[in-house]
């Protein structure tokens, strides 16, 4: 089981970009698939969490401002990022619980990060 990013890349502050994240390889099912980030010198950081039956949390930064949706068909993920700031300049790493065909539980898988850079 892989989880591989797209999307990210460099903006102006007030711009949007999006990010997004499939997960291959055999797998049974996909609980909550999250959004996480990390800037330089700060601790990696929960951004958005959407559960499988799409119930989702936003950390207090983002509010408003970003949407985490995903496609349970596709095993994707995506995060929709509006009124960027420079403070959201991080990378971007996905996340989620799947339960593979060689596991008998559930397991966090992360996504190798996508780097999102926003100028001011």
């Known amino acids: 089981v892989q989880l591989q990013a797209s999307g990210g890349g460099l903006v102006q502050a007030g711009g949007s970009l999006r990010v997004s994240c499939v997960a291959s390889g055999s797998m049974v099912s996909i609980n909550a698939m999250r959004w996480y980030r990390q800037a330089p010198g700060k601790q990696r950081e929960l951004v958005a969490r959407?559960?499988?039956?799409?119930?989702?949390y936003y950390a207090d930064s983002v509010k408003g401002r970003f949407t985490i949706s995903r496609d349970n068909a596709k095993k994707m993920v995506a995060l929709q990022m509006n009124s960027l700031k420079p403070e959201d300049t991080a990378v971007y790493y996905c996340?989620?619980?799947?339960?593979?065909?060689?596991?008998?539980?559930?397991?966090?898988?992360w996504g190798p990060g996508t780097q999102v850079t926003v100028s001011s």
């Open positions: 996340n989620a619980d799947i339960l593979s065909y060689s596991s008998r539980h559930f397991r966090e898988y």
């Open positions: 959407i559960s499988d039956g799409g119930s989702t």
